[in-house]
T-cell receptor
Framework: DSGVTQTPKHLITATGQRVTLRCSPR?????VYWYQQSLDQGLQFLIQ???????AKGNILERFSAQQFPDLHSELNLSSLELGDSALYFC???????????????FGPGTRLLVL | GDSVTQMEGPVTLSEEAFLTINCTYTATGYPSLFWYVQYPGEGLQLLLK?????DKGSNKGFEATYRKETTSFHLEKGSVQVSDSAVYFCALSDIQGGSEKLVFGKGMKLTVNP
């Protein structure tokens, strides 16, 4: 158990809909990262938050957004969903003492999203 | 940009066989290198890492050496067990503009039979 929790574990929805994925980092960790794992694209970095502020952006679509709240949990919002958004979405956290640099990232169990 | 290329498999081995999973990388700087493992139904776990050239990471009988001259970080284990069945990801850390992200290879599924 990494100490990172994600909810829900599974999500089934329809095209055009909007969903919110939630992540609670390990106790005391300040940095949160979101990754998407799909069969065709593999595991890709989406976005990083550090202590409530956006820190880095990867291959995140404009239809997707995220935020980190004062209690350090994070939410990833996916809107206007398409079939191709079906994937496993992982959250990871790190201590953030160095702003996330050169720190081990601990991954949650993931949320499996299926868009029908 | 930075990238990681690794054996994709799937690979099936018998228990006690020798395992090598090749991983090479392309990076403009001096990244840290990682191997992550994903057991069925679980998230990724850090298996081992190396932060500079010639460093050797090791854990649970697995080893990998950071080879700058060949830009490689091959994973090895002398004798695999059924419990090693998982997907293995090679990754590097890409630091740009004061922030860091992990860049992953496509993963390799390993099945170990008794």
């Amino acid at each position: 158990d990494s100490g990172v929790t994600q909810t829900p574990k599974h999500l089934i929805t329809a095209t055009g809909q909007r969903v919110t994925l939630r992540c609670s980092p390990r106790s005391g960790d300040l940095s949160v990262y979101w990754y998407q794992q799909s069969l065709d694209q593999g595991l890709q970095f989406l976005i990083q938050y550090y202590n409530g502020e956006e820190r880095a952006k990867g291959n995140i679509l404009e239809r997707f957004s995220a935020q980190q709240f004062p209690d350090l949990h994070s939410e990833l919002n996916l809107s206007s969903l398409e079939l191709g958004d079906s994937a496993l979405y992982f959250c990871a956290s790190s201590a953030g003492r160095a702003g996330g640099l050169q720190e081990t990232q601990y991954f949650g169990p993931g949320t499996r999203l299926l868009v029908l | 940009g930075d990238s990681v290329t690794q054996m994709e498999g799937p690979v099936t081995l018998s228990e006690e066989a020798f395992l090598t999973i090749n991983c090479t990388y392309t990076a403009t700087g001096y990244p840290s290198l990682f191997w992550y493992v994903q057991y069925p139904g679980e998230g990724l776990q850090l298996l081992l890492k190396a932060t500079k050239a010639d460093d050797k990471g090791s854990n649970k009988g697995f080893e990998a050496t950071y080879r700058k001259e060949t830009t490689s970080f091959h994973l090895e284990k002398g004798s695999v067990q059924v419990s090693d069945s998982a997907v293995y990801f090679c990754a590097l850390s890409d630091i740009q503009g004061g922030s860091e992200k992990l860049v992953f290879g496509k993963g390799m599924k390993l099945t170990v039979n008794p």
